[in-house]
């Protein structure tokens, strides 16, 4: 069965430094998204993005995350100056949807655990 | 935006008991889905059900759209099904799934 994968499970990096968390979603699958779940907590949506274009971000994706489809399998998640407040679990989730066409499944990935110290 | 809750919060229960879980939700939606959180972080997809009954396995789910809220039953629980149940939805003309913050199950032998 068709699974999304993300790479790495864990991260461990400084306060200030730059991270990216990679993401295969599911290969006919349109629709991208990242979430996170900072520990105890529950999950949070972060981002949305059709068609090389973020269509939906919340208030939490600030200046400094940014996202990129930057090859036809892979998408992207980069914080650019981690702060230790960033330290989450992160999903990336795929499915078929369009746009106002309803709802779709979406899938999980397994996670990536980060750690800034 | 959409209110996602979840009850009880947390849940205690004897290996082959049976249990249900509530997600009630605050507007209409066009996306429902149920997961468990395993030990290491997982989200495991476990039904999408905006309306309607599903079964798989022990476990089943039903969404009353109407009246907003939908239920997973859990029968003969099994140790390994400890963990945290999330649900999440969706609302007309966005993608986002709203996550409520779960229900916390322990199943002791």
């Known amino acids: 069965e068709p699974e999304v994968t993300q790479t790495p499970s864990h991260q461990v990096t400084q306060m200030g430094q730059e991270v990216i968390l990679r993401c295969v979603p599911i290969?006919?699958?349109?629709?991208f998204y990242w979430y996170r779940q900072i520990l105890g907590q529950k999950v949070e949506f972060l981002v949305s993005?059709?068609?090389?274009?973020?269509?939906?971000k919340s208030e939490i994706f600030d200046d400094q995350f940014s996202v990129e489809r930057p090859d036809g399998s892979n998408f992207t998640l980069k914080i650019r100056s981690t702060k230790l407040e960033d330290s989450a679990m992160y999903f990336c989730?795929?499915?078929?949807?369009?746009?106002?066409?309803?709802?779709?499944?979406?899938?999980f990935g397994p996670g990536t655990r980060l750690t800034v110290t | 935006g959409i209110q996602v809750e979840q009850s009880p919060p947390d849940l205690i229960l004897q290996e082959g008991a049976n249990s249900t879980l509530r997600c009630n939700f605050s507007?209409?939606?066009?996306?429902l889905q149920w997961f468990h959180q395993n030990p290491w972080g997982q989200l495991i997809n476990l039904f999408y059900?905006?309306?309607g009954t599903k079964q798989n396995g022990r476990l089943s789910a039903t969404t009353v759209a109407t009246e907003r809220y939908s239920l997973l039953y859990i029968s003969s629980s099994q140790t390994t099904d400890s963990g945290v149940y999330f649900c999440?939805?969706?609302?007309?003309?966005?993608?986002?799934?709203?996550f409520g913050t779960g229900t916390r199950l322990q199943v002791f032998p």
């Open positions: 989730a795929s499915s078929e949807a369009l746009l106002g066409t309803g709802g779709f499944e979406q899938y």
């Open positions: 290969s006919n699958h349109l629709y």
């Open positions: 993005f059709y068609n090389n274009e973020i269509s939906e």
């Open positions: 507007d209409s939606v066009n996306n």
């Open positions: 059900i905006p309306s």
């Open positions: 999440a939805a969706t609302i007309y003309n966005t993608d986002k799934l709203i």
